[in-house]
Nanobody, 125 residues
Framework: QVPLVESGGGLVQAGGSLRLSCAAS????????MGWFRQAPGKEREFVAA????????YYADSVKGRFTISRDNAKNTVYLQMNSLKPEDTAVYYC??????????????????WGQGTQVTVSS
């Protein structure tokens, strides 16, 4: 098991910024690719961004490209999602996930093995 804990969510006005963090307690994340997903009320969970174990490769959903940045600090065992220019449609519960199999893709939920409990992000108009 890899216990993941997200933090950094909250209420922000449209155009504002938030930085989410995902930390692992007792396990290192340095060998795992990591992803962020989100789920809005009444909608399915969707892919947001992913990063390779080294941080050298990243991938984003078209809806957040140019506004969100995923990064990681393996020394701190933490993955981040910097969210800028937030829009009301970014309102969702945001989840981080860890992938143990490097042969898998990054954009589907079933490609990840461990999940956090989520953190709420609310963007007001």
């Amino acid at each position: 098991q890899v216990p993941l804990v997200e933090s950094g969510g909250g209420l922000v006005q449209a155009g504002g910024s938030l930085r989410l963090s995902c930390a692992a307690s007792g396990r290192t994340l340095s060998s795992y690719a990591m992803g962020w997903f989100r789920q809005a009320p009444g909608k399915e969970r969707e892919f947001v961004a992913a990063i390779s174990w080294s941080g050298g490769s990243t991938y984003y959903a078209d809806s957040v490209k140019g506004r969100f940045t995923i990064s990681r600090d393996n020394a701190k065992n933490t993955v981040y999602l910097q969210m800028n220019s937030l829009k009301p449609e970014d309102t969702a519960v945001y989840y981080c996930a860890a992938q143990t199999d490097p042969t898998k893709g990054w954009t589907s939920m079933d490609e990840y093995d461990y999940w956090g409990q989520g953190t709420q992000v609310t963007v007001s108009s």
